[in-house]
């Protein structure tokens, strides 16, 4: 059997791109391109890049980007849009467990849970940061949202399944404190109209277990921030009201 993100992402590149969660790229990539410093000079890997929406719009900024996901149509999507855009973006079929680069990039993006933290174990995620930092020489900068433990530990189940997209989760959904791991109901409908429903599990994380992980693997400088779709910013202080954490590692 298919991991679930594999199985949601095979046929559901026109349904992604309308998510609301999706519809603040201008923002992100207006934050991104002033935390590298406008610097169109810098190789940018975007991991999970799923249509594209990052990597067109750096790349329409004169940025030369790399977009690597799993989904052959996601990657298919991505390919469409950047011809429409009228720009150049190598996107490539990877697993982001296994990349294969090394120090070839200065600027490696996770953005909008970009295949960490989806993955099945803590060491499947572990892989993708170890990856990531492998590709970025020194120095480079590694710019990364994920989930925020803090939300659920502070919040009852009903309140986290209320900020994720209370119309598509189940009531089945459940919380594991011992884990940090939540398991849901995602309903949809493919591009083909055909109505699904399958059970996602995703990995929140800690602050302090962000900061452990990217420090073991040779990150120096770790910030993190509150952050929503849309709304990057270095002046948000991170709170248990954030579902999202926002994370930029030097190394």
Known sequence: MKPWYEELFENYALGYDRES????????????????????????????????????EL???????????????????????????????????????????????????????????????DEMNFHILKGVRRALHSPGKLILTTLNALYPLSHSVEALLNANTPEARSSESTFDLLTFRMTSIFEFTNDSGVKKALTCDERYYAPAEMSWLLASLGFQRIEIYGCAPGQFNKNKVLTCDDLEMLVIATC
């Open 21 to 56: 969660f999706t519809q603040g790229t201008l923002q992100e990539v207006d934050f991104i391109e002033q935390e590298i410093g406008f610097d169109r000079s810098l190789r940018v890997l975007d991991v999970g890049c799923g249509t594209g929406r990052h990597a067109i």
């Open 59 to 121: 790349a329409r900024r004169g940025y030369t980007v790399t977009g690597v996901d799993l989904s052959r149509a996601l990657l298919a999507r991505a390919r469409q849009k950047a011809t429409q855009a009228g720009v150049s973006v190598t996107f490539r079929q990877q697993d982001a467990r296994k990349l294969s680069y090394t120090g070839e990039f200065a600027v490696a993006l996770l953005i909008c849970e970009g295949a960490f933290p989806l993955m099945e174990t």
